[in-house]
């Protein structure tokens, strides 16, 4: 299985270690994992609505 | 309380405005934008609302009347008011090849792949229904297209019961006219 790795900031990850433990997470990479998940679930609905956005005005319906 | 009827463009909107227009239901729209070959039978748009993100100042002359809101402005109702919303729903393939007529019609460029629209369309739909459950103010009645077509003896009042309001059922029924469904997935 490909599990990528990703380099951080070592001051970075203590500081992420700490977070976790005060968030209540049972490990810092399950706190990672899901604070990138949701950065990326924002981006993405962003960018959808910004798409929406466009054919709407296309279509007429918003100015 | 404002009646909205709301979904995606070319979702079965124009038809719903219809349909509770024959039942009896004022409607809150303008003759701004006529009908043409993508909406034979008119689009029953109010042209206010097309700038309701920037001003929704004058929402209070919705009151006791149906208005057509497009999904994305939906955000943008303000708070002070009652919503029952009838969400229109229709077949995505369906949505697209329809939009896609209508913007080559408006000399407009589609833009996006049509599974890439697929994509975010399904997300943009996703992200509303969740906001409107969490709305004090908001009562959705999801409605399917292709079902209001093939039942509409038996949606209409179940709509008529959703809104409150004693509409004519039949009178809803015969609004509608199944030769305008065409864009069929399958």
Redesign the interface.
């Given at each position: 299985m490909f599990e990528p790795k990703v380099k951080i900031d070592r001051a970075l990850y203590q500081t992420l270690t700490k977070a976790s433990q005060i968030a209540g997470y049972s490990s810092v990479d399950e706190f990672i994992v899901h604070v990138l998940e949701k950065a990326a679930a924002e981006v993405e609905q962003a960018q959808s609505e910004d798409e929406v956005r466009k054919r709407l005005q296309g279509l007429g319906y918003i100015e | 309380m404002i009646t909205v009827v709301s979904g995606l463009?070319r979702s079965g909107t124009s038809m719903m405005m219809q349909i509770l227009q024959a039942g009896g239901l004022p409607l809150l729209c303008d003759q701004e934008?006529p009908a043409d070959e993508n909406n034979p039978r008119g689009y029953f748009e109010y042209q206010k609302v097309?700038?309701?993100?920037?001003d929704n100042s004058w929402l209070a002359e919705a009151e006791g009347h149906a208005i057509k809101v497009?999904?994305?402005?939906l955000y943008h109702l303000p708070r002070q008011f009652e919503y029952c919303i009838v969400f229109m729903r229709r077949d995505l393939t369906e949505v697209i090849r329809s939009?896609e007529q209508?913007?080559a019609s408006?000399q407009?460029?589609?833009?996006?792949e049509q599974q890439?629209?697929r994509?975010?369309?399904t997300?943009?739909l996703d992200?509303l229904e969740i906001w409107m459950s969490k709305q004090p103010n908001m009562r959705v009645f999801p409605c399917d297209f292709s079902r209001m077509i093939a039942d509409p003896a038996r949606l209409a009042p179940a709509i008529s019961a959703f809104l409150g309001i004693l509409l004519d059922p039949e009178r809803m029924a015969s609004a509608i006219d199944p030769t305008l469904y065409r864009q069929k997935a399958k």
């Open positions: - | 463009p934008r097309r700038r309701l993100a920037a497009v999904s994305q402005l939009q209508m913007l408006r407009v460029e589609s833009g996006l890439a629209m994509e975010h369309f997300r943009h992200a």
